[in-house]
């Protein structure tokens, strides 16, 4: 069973379109995050969510909305995408407090043409 | 060798030799360091953990190195196999605050 999981996997949008990806995790982890990594591989914290609330929000523009239904699963809905967009975002998971490994899915490759 | 330019910086082995991937972390304050392993096409998965009141810890064929007087911290592999070409990624943490990661190193291993 996968621990994180996230969909789509692959996802190619115009710019201007409106576009989600989903993230459960089953490990029963109370925080959830989102990273995203670029074209040189650097990753980078977008957000944290902990027991559905919103801990850590990085400079992101805020066309990009994490919502968290509930400590499963957090979703990143992005809006009037752009070129510059485009990368791998990753959703990861890990328990709370500190010194907590946290454990990422495989990831969602989003191309804006 | 090893390289450092535009590009990620890359380290190339032979099967069976040993590798040693290095990190310099930035916050002298950090207290857990994570190494992960991500292959082409997915998410970096965990290696090895340490925490800051030690210097050295082993796990199958990897041995993580920390030297807190020069905030450096290193991955070392035993009889390196063509599987673990990756790239790698260090990473840290002080407390309650958010996992930050290194630049990452690919690792290249020949038959």
């Known amino acids: 069973d996968t621990a994180v999981s996230q969909t789509p996997k692959y996802l190619v949008t115009q710019m201007g379109n409106d576009k989600s990806i989903k993230c459960e995790q089953n490990?029963?982890?109370?925080?959830m995050y989102w990273y995203k990594q670029d074209s040189k591989k650097f990753l980078k914290i977008m957000f944290s969510?902990?027991?559905?609330?919103?801990?850590i929000n990085e400079t992101v523009p805020n066309r990009f909305s994490p919502k968290s239904p509930d400590k499963a699963h957090l979703n990143l809905h992005i809006n009037s995408l752009e070129l510059g967009d485009s990368a791998v975002y990753f959703c990861?998971?890990?328990?709370?407090?500190?010194?907590?490994?946290?454990?990422f899915g495989e990831g969602s490759w989003l191309t804006v043409v | 060798g090893e390289s450092v330019g535009l590009h990620l910086p890359t380290l190339s082995v032979q099967e069976g030799d040993n590798s040693i991937i290095n990190c310099a972390y930035s916050n002298s304050a950090s207290d857990y360091f994570i190494w992960y392993k991500q292959e082409s096409g997915k998410g970096p998965q965990f290696i090895i953990d340490i925490r800051s009141n030690m210097d050295k810890r082993q796990g199958q064929r990897v041995t993580v190195l920390l030297n807190k007087t020069v905030k450096h911290l290193s991955l070392q592999i035993a009889a390196t196999q063509p599987g673990d070409s990756a790239v790698y990624f260090c990473a840290e943490n002080k407390g309650y605050s958010t996992l930050t990661f290194g630049k990452g190193t690919m690792l290249l291993v020949s038959p």
């Open positions: 990861a998971s890990s328990k709370t407090g500190p010194g907590n490994t946290i454990y």
């Open positions: 490990l029963g982890h109370d925080t």
């Open positions: 969510y902990n027991n559905k609330e919103l801990i």
